[in-house]
């Protein structure tokens, strides 16, 4: 053996020790909501996130005359989607969220494309604002971003994204039972919110049915809760385990991603380019070992005479 490997075997060791203290800080990265700032202990919820949150308003009714805009820049009332006709799937984001607001359609159409039922047809999808400032102009784009993956073009007439100003969201959001904060973004300036991620079920008289929290979302239940939802049936609270979309804490200026995933696909990345590394090194320190034994001459020929 070459005087080389010992040292690239420790090389090796090193890299796999630095891969394991990667592992190791990534598993220590905090939950969704459990992330720990300013004087919070580790097991207690930024003092913003305690503001926001969901409470199941189970059967409460939405303010069907609550104005807003729609995706083609239409005057439209919310009872413009809860005449009595088919429930709907509301869901209340902002689109220039950079965090889970994408997640939650993402969540939420991918759903849908196992559930064996049509929008437009036997239930509506009803996205709305809570941010003032986004136009029609962003709902037509994430409408269209969403129909397109949802891959059924000929169901986008069920597809509805709404803007509106503060009262008509005010009134969704307390109607819903929907708590947010406006926080600051990266720039200081309060355009980002804080809030909790769920969508929700309601009665084509546009009373809740049923919650659902998280980004992640059963097919099976979402069709069954579509099911009584048309029937005007109302379901059961769920567990009230919350997932934050939060970006920024104003009191200590720093940036804080709730989202544990990020970090730990960054391990993954990290971990699975090391390891193809060390396979590379293997491979290359047994091709020069093949190469120096082949190359490297007997001390002595076969009739006893020396080298050389």
């Known amino acids: 053996m070459s005087l080389s490997r010992p040292i690239r075997m420790h090389r090796l060791f090193a890299a796999l020790a630095f891969s394991g203290a990667f592992l190791s800080a990534a598993a220590q990265v905090a939950s969704y909501g459990d992330k720990s700032m300013g004087e919070n202990r580790g097991d207690e919820l930024p003092r913003v996130l305690q503001q926001v949150g969901v409470s ?13 805009i729609d995706d083609t820049g239409k005057p439209v009332t919310l009872g413009t989607y809860f005449n009595g006709k088919r429930p709907a799937v509301f869901s209340l984001v902002y689109f220039d969220c950079p965090m889970l607001c994408s997640e939650e359609l993402d969540g939420l159409t991918g759903a849908l494309e196992m559930v064996k ?30 129909v397109k993956r949802y891959g059924r073009p000929e169901t986008a007439d069920g597809w509805h994204f709404l803007t509106g100003q503060l009262p008509a969201i005010n009134a969704v959001t307390d109607a819903v039972g929907f708590g947010y904060v406006k926080v600051p973004g990266p720039d200081g300036k309060l355009t980002q919110f804080a809030h909790a991620s769920s969508i929700e079920l309601v009665t084509p008289a546009g009373k809740m049915a049923q919650y659902y929290l998280g980004v992640e979302y059963s097919p099976k239940d979402m069709m069954l809760g579509l099911i009584e939802a048309s029937g005007n049936r109302i379901g059961s609270p769920v567990a009230n385990i919350l997932t934050y979309c939060y970006h920024y804490d104003p009191q200590t200026n720093k940036h804080s991603l709730i989202v544990a995933r990020v970090v730990q696909l960054g391990g993954m990345v990290t971990v699975a380019g090391l390891g193809g590394f060390i396979f590379l090194m293997f491979r290359r320190d047994i091709r020069l070992g093949r190469d120096h034994d082949i190359l490297q001459p007997a001390d002595d020929f076969p009739d006893g005479t020396r080298k050389g």
């Open 56 to 68: 199941q308003h189970l059967n409460g009714q939405l303010p069907l005359n609550a104005s807003f």
């Open 117 to 146: 039922l049509v929008p437009g047809k036997d239930f509506d999808v009803v996205v709305v604002s809570i941010d003032p400032s986004d136009t029609p102009a962003k709902a037509a784009a994430k409408k269209a971003f969403y």
